[in-house]
């Protein structure tokens, strides 16, 4: 696929998400309305919208189908609300300590530190309640249209939310988060068995989520599923190893926000454990294996694999 065609195709698919996610975003209004606002403006400041894509390529790259969309949009626009909440909460003061993110001032430091937590807290929240409507759309209602009906997709639906639970907590992103927060007040050197678990579950695991639930909701195999997980873990390190590497050479006007905080808050890295050239053939070794794995399925999805290679290569 050509430059040009990969990135107009990019452009319409980012726009065809910011449409699903305004369907789910709550009104603002009654008591409650400023919670409501910081929520809303924290989906609204832009971003790759990844995940849901990645799900969405990849249910069709299992079979799924154009009309069975609308039961899979409540997961797209679920786990856009967990990714984003997970960014409210990491530019907090008591985090990262952030004021910008994507060219734009972040959350807490326009509604405040206190509005900002809840904001994140809404987000997570509302990411379920929205999840869950994929099973109000799965059956015809007894009027019996079958071309309407999808009643195979209940238990795809019940797994899928099982999936994104269990990658957004504990277990998942949140683990990661917490062996990240650990490792920044260590005197010792982080092991790269550490690190890994932490690029493994603070970024690979929605990745993993995104993938998984797209292959789920298409109905897709045990061993399908595997190579994807696969496929999303080497993503997601990668994806987690290219931002090291660009904290440390890329452009703050580029990235949207300031470079050098993991030196100035003394994060130690991959890039500090490793070196900026290993980190890149790291980078180039997960990414191949990405690929071929994908190249591995048996069908295609030119989009997809070149929307993979963009992000691990990433200059933003």
Not at 90 to 105: I, Q, V
Request: proline residues 2%; charged residues 25%.
């Amino acid at each position: 696929m050509e430059n040009s065609e990969f990135r107009s195709l990019l452009g319409n698919k980012t726009k065809e998400i910011d449409g699903i996610l305004e369907k789910f975003l709550p009104e603002e209004k009654g008591i409650q309305r400023t919670v409501i606002e910081a929520m809303n403006y924290s989906v609204r400041a832009g971003g790759k919208r990844l995940r849901p894509m990645l799900m969405w390529e990849t249910f069709l790259l299992c079979g799924g189908r154009e009309e069975e969309r609308r039961m899979v949009e409540p997961f797209m626009a679920a786990i856009e609300m967990i990714h984003t909440y997970s960014l409210v909460h990491d530019d907090l003061p008591a985090m990262d300590n952030d004021e910008y993110r994507r060219g734009k001032k972040t959350t807490w430091a326009v509604y405040g530190e206190t509005m900002g937590i809840l904001a994140g807290d809404g987000l997570l929240n509302l990411a379920f309640e929205t999840a869950a409507k994929s099973f109000e759309l799965c059956g015809c209602g007894g009027n019996g249209d079958t071309e309407t009906c999808f009643p195979e997709h209940l238990p795809r639906a019940a797994r899928a939310l099982a999936v994104l639970a269990g990658k957004a907590g504990i277990y998942g992103m949140i683990g990661g988060q917490t062996a990240d927060i650990e490792a920044e007040n260590c005197d010792t050197t982080v092991t790269e068995e550490r690190l890994l678990f932490i690029h493994e579950h603070k970024t690979a695991a929605l990745i993993q989520a995104a993938m998984v639930i797209g292959a789920i909701l298409a109905g897709a195999g045990e061993e399908v599923l595997g190579r994807l997980e696969k496929c999303a873990y080497d993503v997601g390190v990668a994806f987690q190893i290219q931002d090291d590497i660009l904290d440390v050479i890329g452009d703050s006007s580029t990235l949207g926000k300031p470079i050098g905080s993991d030196a100035l808050n003394g994060k130690q890295t991959y890039v500090t454990l490793k070196g900026l050239e290993q980190a890149g053939k790291d980078v180039e070794k997960l990414s191949g294996e990405a690929v071929g794995l994908l190249e591995s399925m048996g069908t295609d999805n030119v989009f997809l694999k070149q929307l993979i290679l963009e992000l691990i290569h990433r200059q933003k």
